[in-house]
């Protein structure tokens, strides 16, 4: 279904559970009553149509955000996303790790799965801070130079030279390699991992992988297919007035 | 590295509920199945070039003018099937170059079962097949690549081309189900292939 601003919060909640991280992710405290989402932007000073289109596209998987999406302002945006691996970096991976070191195998000839298992995932979660960081640190603070730039229509030598070097074209391939580690992750757990003697957690642990693979599937399609053409078009209008 | 092992559709079809009724009746029929769709002949040509559907489900009005030898325009793979999509009357005979058809006024039991007619006459899949599948020397580069050398190393040391251990990756990660490096050294110290140390 199509969520629109009229609809309250409160009902799309039931209808959609895999919402509540997302919203949590504007800021939005519940206790909300009845309002709709319209009366609840307002209040939070949240832009309607971007939490509109955020949601719709997270809550439909053919929904077609793109066009929408790329409306927004480049700011809005990566408030956003700053705020998607803020999510996963404080509350989600934490969480995940924290389950695995609950697993327990007393066989002794099983006891190596667990430092194994604990291994990949370490090193997974290192591969998402470096990629993290790199976003914070050279792509985003780059993306919001873009968009002043075209605003305020003066591009500084300094700029000019990042402009012809631009970060943003040779970094897609990354969230390939990242995604490809949860898929791993999972068929490790389902086909090929001896069962732990505590099998409620890797249960727990399954399905936190599997909501997390979803939202960062999410997250990458708004990087690829909306952050990155928008700034490459201003990129191109920018380097043809030069 | 792309696992592919998934039956892939296309459907195309300028419009979106006759579309959206296939992909329904598709999703229905094979839940593992990739579905992608285009309402335009030059979108359907695009997603073409870079893939070859195992079945391509056409509206024959897509096509505007043609040599008669649809295969042929759109340069289809041989392996593609193709069914096309017709208004309210179901032609009697062949229509050319179509492997079957479907007519959109035909229940969801007649549509379903044009599709497996069909899907019954790919080829075999193996979608899951087991570690036991891993061929000697598939085995021999799951423990080089366990052991973290390079492809350029594994080439060597195997005395085979890297192109070689690349396509040999391939077909490891498509049988297992592991795409990265660090997912493949796990997998092989749990199935003693290498030892930890």
Redesign the interface.
Known sequence: MLISEKHKLADIIPHDFRLIPIIARFDIPFGFGDKTIHQICEEKNINLYFFLEIINAFHDQNYKPDKQLQKFSLTVTVDYLLKSHRYYKAEKIPYINHLIEKLIWTKPEHV??KS??TK?FT?YKNEVETHTKFEEKIIYPYVLEVEQAMLTNSISDEFKHKLSNSPVAKYKGEHE?LN??L???K??II????PADNSEITIRILTEIFRLEEDMKDHTHIEDKVLIPKVQNIENELLNRL | MSVHTKLLFIIADKSYLIRSGIRKILEDYRPDAEIRETETMIGLKQALRSTAPDVLLCNVKIFGKTSGNIRKDLNININSKLIAIVGSMRCNEKISFFDEQICIDEDKATITETLNKIVETLPERTDTPDTSDLTERERDVLREVALGKSNKEIADYLNISTHTVISHRKNISNKLGIKTASGLTVYAILNNIITLN
């Open positions: 190596k799965n194994l298992i990949f090193q390699e490809a580690a898929f791993d992750l068929n490790i086909k090929y991992l001896p």
